[in-house]
């Protein structure tokens, strides 16, 4: 007895001796922060909201305990709040923190020996940092391969402790008999798929993936309870077209025409003819401008689907894109096995150009979407044979948005409003306004008049803490494909 009580003081005191370190230690993320009063002022900036507004020159941001809670001209000179920490920003531009849809913690792990088993490397370390790094405030993971990884991670991340953007933590892949990567549980019919997703929801995701070789059965299901949980579920679908699944009533689909197989000829139901035949079919056979695949479009609309552009990963399917001079940066934080990896990769693409002629009509589809009334969004999907990475893959995404047609603040909120907007959440993130959190990035350029700008960032603004950017990606260098 006597021992187990000294053992209980001693645990006791040693507790409170671990507390009273806590709180004399800086926070362990002091090292990558660089702005933390708590009142701010940017003064003198260039404001690209999110709304899709034109730019307005010369704004002042006021930012108290987290929050914006003033947009105005600087001109206005009005009185800075008492105690108020003013940066000058002349010359640079804010946007909002991006919220990215389509952004996996887990990075392609190299396929050797040859005839090894296929499973992607949990990115614990590298993803959250560089898509903070990146601008990317918030973050649906899309699918998940370590769910209680990544649960974990929001759990620190939201803690303070580490470095990274808000999680929306999306389940395990919702998979049917057939997969890519033995990490994805194959679901043996319709009662499993609502298992999994009870489970998985009482266990804190907060939202599901359903993917390619899904039953129409075990879609419905995985739908149904997943919506009975007040969560959304988005589909990265084969064996289901896009217009079926909307039917299901789906809330969101990944990637875009270059993934419907609606369009195949022959297409059985509940039956996947192949990324690859789909993909040649699509780029031969059908047009973004033909009956079929303007009904698909209405019919998505109709039924409030909506898209999640994931343009920078079909990129890396066509030949010499994106030019080797604009992965320097991406480069350096890929570990020397995967860099090795992603260039082999690349070279032979370069020789079959798979995704070549995709891309453009993929590009005309989103654009015909967006003008039909969908809602799209974007997202980084660091996935593919490598080379697409947590945060510069969202960046690439907002200047291909601009290749496709859109104007560079249209593409800025696909890539911020419009995610938030879906998720319910735009009363408080996605834009800038009084009221919202303080997830800003302040860009060393202005992107309106050359999206590249979108790549110069230097601050990101987190609930009003100002990451470093340079120091985050630093941090994260040769470290993706390792961990
Ligand atoms: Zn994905």
Partial sequence: MLIARRTAILCISLTLSLTAAAQNQPSPLAYYV?????????????????????????????????????????????????????????????????????????????????????????????????????????????????????LELK?????????????????????????????MHMLADADDAARTVDYW?????????????????????????????????????????????????????????????????????????????????????VEVEGPEVREMIRDLVAHHVAITSTLAIFESLGSNRPPMDRESAALKTLSPQAAKEYLLGRAQVAEQDLGGPMLPKEMKFEREFVAAGGLLMAGCDPTGYGGVVPGFGDQRNIELLVEAGFSPVEAIRIASLNGALYMGRDASIGSIAPGKAADLVVLGGNPAEKIENIEKVELVFKDGIGFDSAKLIRSATELVGLR
């Fill in 201 to 285: 929801a009482a266990e804190g995701v907060t939202s599901f993936k359903a993917y390619n070789y899904l039953t129409a059965d075990e879609l419905k299901a995985a739908i149904d309870h997943a919506h009975a949980h007040g969560l959304k579920i988005t589909g990265h679908l084969c064996s289901i077209g896009f217009r079926q699944a909307a039917t299901l009533g789906i809330d969101n689909l990944e990637h875009g025409l270059a993934v419907d197989t609606e369009f195949f000829p022959g297409k059985k139901p509940d039956e996947c003819p192949g990324l690859l035949p789909n993909l040649a079919y699509l780029e031969k056979s």
């Fill in 34 to 150: 660089k702005e933390a009063a708590p009142v701010l002022v940017l003064e003198h900036v260039r404001v690209i909201d999110g709304t899709g507004s034109a730019p307005q020159e010369d704004m002042r941001i006021d930012i108290a305990s987290g929050k914006i809670t003033a947009v105005q001209p600087a001109s206005a000179h009005v009185p800075y709040p008492p105690n108020a920490k003013v940066l000058n920003m002349t010359g640079k531009t804010v946007i909002p923190g991006l919220v990215g849809m389509h952004e996996h913690l887990f990075y392609p792990t190299p396929q050797q020996p040859n005839g090894g088993v296929s499973f992607y490397g949990e990115a614990a370390d590298s993803a959250p940092r560089l898509y903070l790094a990146g601008g990317v405030t918030t973050a649906r993971t899309a699918g998940s391969v370590e769910p209680y990884t990544d």
């Fill in 155 to 183: 759990r620190e991340i939201d803690a303070g402790s580490l470095p990274g953007p808000k999680l929306d933590v999306t389940g395990p892949y919702l998979e049917g008999k057939g997969r890519f990567v033995i990490q």
